[in-house]
């Protein structure tokens, strides 16, 4: 994985921008590099400023709150995921609470 983050971050350096987001998340996780919030903040940014939304989406759930950090881990695993009638995500519902919450992660009710 040091390899990828290498190459995701050369490709991120000629301006490619999926090449941002995957080396922020790598530096975000601390995968093939050591755990960097700084640094994959800056990554982020920079897709974002190369008009990459997911980049954006990164940069901005990198300065969510912990709060909001804490509903989106938990909604990875046993949760329902809902779908509109065109595929679009919209929230998801905890199994273990039985809690439901939108795509951001804040909580809507039972």
Request: hydrophobic fraction near 25%; include cysteine.
């Amino acid at each position: 994985m040091r390899q990828a983050y290498k190459l995701y971050l050369k490709s991120c350096t000629l301006s490619h921008y999926s090449g941002c987001l995957l080396a922020g998340r790598l530096a975000r996780d601390g995968v093939g590099t050591v755990k960097d919030r700084a640094q994959a903040k800056v990554l982020f940014d920079k897709g974002c400023k190369l008009h990459y939304e997911k980049a954006c989406a990164e940069l901005k759930a990198l300065d969510a709150p912990k709060k909001q950090m804490r509903a989106r881990r938990r909604g990875r695993s046993g949760t329902k995921r809902h779908y509109d009638s065109i595929g679009r995500y919209i929230g998801y519902t905890d199994l273990n609470t039985g809690r439901r919450y939108d795509s951001s992660g804040r909580y809507i009710g039972r």
